[in-house]
């Protein structure tokens, strides 16, 4: 039941990610993928604070699985931020694609970082 329940929630996070970037893209002139970049950050920073909540709370392995493994894995991409990357590199320079993929690894890491620290 728990991989039915996490096939769902993955679907269900996908459908969030595209609703949510959509959203920021059409309120945002950036020159780099400013709804990418949000989502993964985002992404990370829940999945931090959902990883300390279950690892100091007993028997919530299957929410964990659910929400971090289904939705979290559904609504973050690590696709898209590589595709987003070689756009970058393609339409700027190596130094812009560079420094999105530093920013992306650098806040995404802290935020789940925070997380932890918050809930663990």
């Known amino acids: 039941m728990i991989a ?3 096939a769902l929630a993955g679907g269900v996070g996908a459908a969030a990610r595209f609703a949510f970037d959509t959203w920021l893209m059409r309120r945002t002139r950036a020159w780099w993928p400013v709804g990418t970049f ?3 950050v985002s992404g990370a920073l829940a999945l931090g604070l959902i990883a300390g909540w279950c690892g100091s709370h007993t028997g ?3 929410w964990q699985a659910v929400l971090g493994t289904g939705f979290l894995g559904g609504y973050t991409t690590f696709s898209a931020a590589s595709v987003e990357t ?3 590199a ?3 320079s190596g130094v812009s694609a560079v420094a ?3 920013a992306t690894l ?3 890491v802290s935020a789940a970082t925070l997380g932890l620290f918050v809930t663990g």
């Open 90 to 92: 393609r339409r700027r």
């Open 38 to 40: 949000t989502i993964n």
């Open 106 to 108: 650098v806040a995404a």
């Open 4 to 6: 039915v329940l996490v």
């Open 86 to 88: 070689v756009r970058l």
């Open 60 to 62: 919530l392995d299957g």
């Open 100 to 102: 999105y993929a530093a």
